[in-house]
């Protein structure tokens, strides 16, 4: 699978962001969204399963933050509302291992390559 992230870019704080992930193939997979800032290790941000069904967050960003499919085009959504400077980072979207995937780098074998979203204050 080919995963082809998009949609980054610089907004003012409490501003909105929508992130696109583009897929190869057609997936039965659980889908995520991981961020990086600089200096840091990647993070968990969203997963949502290959149903659509269940969905879940980091705290930080719930409520904010909602992750959605379109298993028909092949696409994964991050709609990103009330963004904070904290949420800068570079946005990578993955495919998880199962239909079920949870919070862990480890539990996807799929990356994009990242799209950089600066929020300024």
């Known amino acids: 699978v080919q995963l082809q992230a998009s949609g980054g870019g610089l907004v003012q704080a409490g501003g909105s962001l929508r992130l696109s992930c583009a897929a190869s193939?057609?997936?039965?997979?659980?889908m995520g969204w991981f961020r990086q800032a600089p200096g840091s290790e990647r993070e968990f941000v969203a997963v949502?399963?290959?149903?659509?069904?269940?969905?879940y967050y980091k705290d930080s960003v719930e409520g904010r933050f909602t992750i959605s499919r379109d298993n028909a085009k092949k696409m994964v959504y991050l709609q990103m509302n009330s963004l904070k400077p904290e949420d800068t980072a570079v946005y990578y979207c993955?495919?998880?291992?199962?239909?079920?995937?949870?919070?862990?780098?480890?539990?996807?074998?799929?990356w994009g390559q990242g799209t950089l979203v600066t929020v300024s204050s």
């Open positions: 993955a495919a998880g291992r199962s239909v079920n995937s949870g919070t862990s780098t480890y539990e996807y074998d799929y």
């Open positions: 193939t057609r997936t039965n997979r659980a």
């Open positions: 949502i399963m290959w149903s659509g069904s269940n969905t």
